[in-house]
């Protein structure tokens, strides 16, 4: 059975369990290693802005030079980059039309922040890995809608 999926996910430069930005970043270009459930891994095509190389060097550097609530440097293991996948059913006849449908909405939806997104088409279904990263001065809670309102909560009962 074939169908179509949408995944999001927050991922740090060193997080205390799960995958880094690096792992990610590996796995999308193919490198071996880091995708040995691709029988046949293709290196990707890109879509929309830059390579996943590109996005880890700017998620990197939003990290860098970005605060906590506090004023302090932002911790290692705290989200800098999100990423999601969209996926299709393999043999679909609509495969164009929605990766440009999609690649129209993730522009809508993050504007400048979403800074690269690419095809596989190596895997039983083809699909999109897309990443952004907040501007400088952002908050990482821009990117991500349940961050946000759990932000929102916690000002909101600190008051």
Known sequence: MSYQFGHIECYARSPKRGYNIHDI????????GYCDHVANPEPPTIVYGCTPREAVELAEEWGEQERDARGRKLRRDAPVMLGGVLSYPRGGD???A???MSV???TEKYGSRLVSVIEHQDE????LHFYCVPRPGESFDVLHEGRAASAAIKRKTAQ
Not at 25 to 32: G, I, K, L
Not at 124 to 127: D, F, G, L, S, V
């Open 25 to 32: 970043r590996r796995e999308a270009e193919r490198e071996s």
């Open 94 to 96: 609509h495969w164009e």
């Open 124 to 127: 039983a279904n083809p699909h």
């Open 104 to 106: 129209r909405w993730l």
């Open 98 to 100: 929605f990766k440009n």
